[in-house]
C-alpha cells in the first residue's frame, strides 16, 4: 500500500493485477472519496480531481469538507508513564505537550534501520 498527498488530504491506493489498475481512498475522514488511475501519474491527477469534486459537492450541499486532521488528540498512557513523561519534559524544562511534539517530530522524522 502507498499514499500520495493532495491540499492536507492523504490517498491510500493499491495495485489490483487481475483489473490493471490501481486504485485508492482518501484516509482520515468519514466522507468517502475514491480515485483510480493506471499509472502514478494518473493517480495523482485522479486524487487532486476527487477531492476538488468532494470541495464542491460539500459548496454544493452547503456544507463543510471533512478536514483530515485538527492538530489535535488524545493520548492513553499508565499513570507511571504518564508521571514519568512530565518528570522528562520539567527536567528538560519543556511542557509535556511541547515535550511530546518534539518526541513525535523525532520519531517520524529520523530514518528508520
Same mark, same amino acid.
Given at each position: =500500500?502507498?499514499?500520495? $498527498? %493532495?491540499?492536507? %488530504?492523504?490517498?491510500? @491506493? +493499491? %495495485? #489490483?493485477?487481475?483489473? #490493471?489498475? @490501481?486504485? !485508492?481512498?482518501?484516509?482520515?475522514?468519514?466522507?468517502?472519496? $475514491?480515485?483510480? !488511475?493506471?499509472?502514478?501519474?494518473?493517480?495523482?491527477?485522479?486524487?487532486?480531481?476527487?477531492? +476538488? #469534486? %468532494? @470541495?464542491?459537492?460539500?459548496?454544493?450541499? #452547503?456544507?463543510? *469538507?471533512?478536514? *483530515?486532521?485538527?492538530?489535535?488528540?488524545?493520548?492513553?498512557?499508565? *499513570?507511571?508513564?504518564?508521571?514519568?513523561?512530565?518528570?522528562?519534559?520539567?527536567?528538560?524544562? =519543556?511542557?509535556?505537550?511541547?515535550?511530546?511534539?518534539?518526541?513525535?517530530?523525532?520519531?517520524? $522524522? +529520523?530514518?528508520?534501520?
Amino acid at each position: =500500500m502507498s499514499i500520495l $498527498t %493532495y491540499k492536507g %488530504y492523504q490517498g491510500r @491506493f +493499491e %495495485y #489490483d493485477p487481475g483489473a #490493471d489498475i @490501481f486504485h !485508492g481512498d482518501v484516509l482520515h475522514i468519514t466522507d468517502v472519496v $475514491t480515485f483510480q !488511475g493506471r499509472s502514478i501519474d494518473e493517480l495523482k491527477t485522479a486524487l487532486a480531481d476527487s477531492i +476538488e #469534486d %468532494y @470541495f464542491n459537492l460539500c459548496k454544493e450541499v #452547503d456544507k463543510l *469538507p471533512q478536514k *483530515p486532521f485538527s492538530g489535535r488528540f488524545n493520548v492513553r498512557l499508565t *499513570p507511571e508513564l504518564h508521571q514519568k513523561a512530565a518528570r522528562t519534559a520539567a527536567i528538560e524544562g =519543556m511542557s509535556l505537550n511541547n515535550w511530546i511534539v518534539h518526541a513525535v517530530k523525532k520519531a517520524v $522524522t +529520523e530514518p528508520r534501520a
